[in-house]
Nanobody, 118 residues
Framework: QVQLVESGGGLVQAGGSLRLSCAASGILFSPGAMGWYLQAPGKQRELVAT???????NYADSVEGRFTISSDNSLNAVYLQMNILKPEDTGVYYC????????????WGQGTQVTVSS
């Protein structure tokens, strides 16, 4: 059974930094891609950043230059370094693993709350 566990959320002042972590267990094959998504209050979940198994990263325009996604394939873990945080970065952050073998499946973490005060 695949499980994703996130950590690292919290309360921070605008301009501050946080580092989110997401570790997966029960995975037999390396994921094809991993990502972070934000669900802000009253809004739909949206993409923040993704990274492929080969290390290609993609970012939402709103976080480009402030956030950095990285991964450790040997640990089946993905990280999100968030700098220069803004109040609009507030919400629940979810990690997602996309597995390609033995079949394509997506797994989500339970979410971690990030609150940025102005």
């Amino acid at each position: 059974q695949v499980q994703l566990v996130e950590s690292g959320g919290g309360l921070v002042q605008a301009g501050g930094s946080l580092r989110l972590s997401c570790a997966a267990s029960g995975i037999l094959f390396s994921p094809g891609a991993m990502g972070w998504y934000l669900q802000a209050p009253g809004k739909q979940r949206e993409l923040v950043a993704t990274i492929t198994s080969r290390g290609t990263a993609n970012y939402a325009d709103s976080v480009e230059g402030r956030f950095t996604i990285s991964s450790d394939n040997s640990l089946n873990a993905v990280y999100l370094q968030m700098n220069i945080l803004k109040p609009e970065d507030t919400g629940v952050y979810y990690c997602k693993f996309t597995l390609l073998f033995p079949s394509r499946r997506e797994y989500w973490g339970q979410g971690t709350q990030v609150t940025v005060s102005s």
